[in-house]
């Protein structure tokens, strides 16, 4: 099955699975997934993921919900960038998302960085999506 938008599917599976209270979720794998849900998991959105490979070729990636007094931690995501209309922002026009309480990631020179890490780095990029 072929995808147009591997990230929003990848954000969908994971607000879907947090308002079904499931402890995981599973995707399909890839590169920039992997580098999303590692700035998810600094940040404190997930509790972590591991990468599986049940079929020859296909990898997985089990992503491990994180909860707070019964209640996801995330309690919004959005995509911002998409494949029709990409937002670049530069490190001047980085959002800010409740007042730092939620969080931006953003596609940068420098990798997959959350909006504090890309205002630390001096560097702006494409906006993923936003958190809260």
């Not at 994971?14 to 209270?21: K, L, S, T, V, Y």
């Not at 990898?59 to 209309?85: A, D, F, N, T, W």
């Not at 998302?97 to 990798?111: D, F, H, K, M, Q």
């Amino acid at each position: 099955m072929s995808l147009s938008d591997p990230i929003g599917d990848m954000l969908t599976r994971i607000r879907n699975g947090q308002r079904a209270m499931k402890s995981s979720v599973s995707s399909p794998s890839s590169k920039l997934r992997l580098n999303v849900l590692e700035a998810l998991k600094r940040e404190g959105f997930i509790r972590g993921y591991e990468v599986s490979e049940p079929e020859k070729g296909k990898p997985e990636v089990s992503i491990e919900l994180k909860y707070y007094q019964g209640k996801g931690v995330i309690e919004h995501v959005s995509r911002v960038s998409k494949p029709g209309r990409r937002v670049y922002k530069g490190v001047k026009d980085l959002p800010t998302i409740r007042n730092g309480l939620g969080v931006a990631i953003l596609s940068t020179p420098n990798g997959v960085l959350s909006d504090n890490e890309a205002r630390e780095a001096h560097v702006g990029g494409e906006v993923l999506c936003k958190l809260y």
